[in-house]
């Protein structure tokens, strides 16, 4: 892998941890997703991150929040209500990526989401978001999942 392919993927990793942090921030606060984003830019070096993609991820998943909740609903065990806010803001960010980013190959989103849940949440959570998503992955990269 080049350099720059590296950097592209830091960027975007980068993004994704920002984007994590400011859908949990959404979920507790209710604070318009414009005040988060233009907060988070102003207190953070965002120089290496993907401007583009953190904003991209923050505005769509909170807009397309009922409709990702819909979608991982049939693979949760529990009520949508009783996730962790971690746990959800990554599972959101992961739905979404799994979705609308068919050329992020699904084990991409899966360990991103990971390294997520790995990085902000509880001692065990990377274990329920990965099966989560890997049964979210059999609907919605199903041709992917079996090639």
Do not use: C
């Amino acid at each position: 892998m080049s350099q720059t392919q590296q950097a592209v993927y830091a960027a975007k990793r980068k993004a994704r941890r920002f984007a994590v942090q400011g859908i949990y921030e959404w979920q507790m606060s209710q604070n318009p997703v414009h005040q988060i984003e233009a907060r988070t830019r102003t207190e953070n070096a965002m120089h290496k991150v993907d401007l583009s993609y953190y904003h991209e991820l923050l505005t769509q998943v909170v807009e397309d929040s009922d409709v990702l909740d819909e979608l991982l609903k049939p693979v949760l065990d529990r009520e949508i209500s009783a996730l962790d806010g971690v746990e959800l803001a990554t599972l959101r960010l992961g739905a979404y990526e799994l979705r609308d980013h068919a050329e992020i190959p699904y084990r991409v989103v899966l360990d991103e989401a990971i390294e997520l849940a790995k990085h902000f949440g509880g001692a065990d959570s990377h274990k329920y978001v990965n099966g989560v998503l890997d049964r979210l992955a059999q609907t919605l990269r199903q041709a992917e999942k079996q090639a």
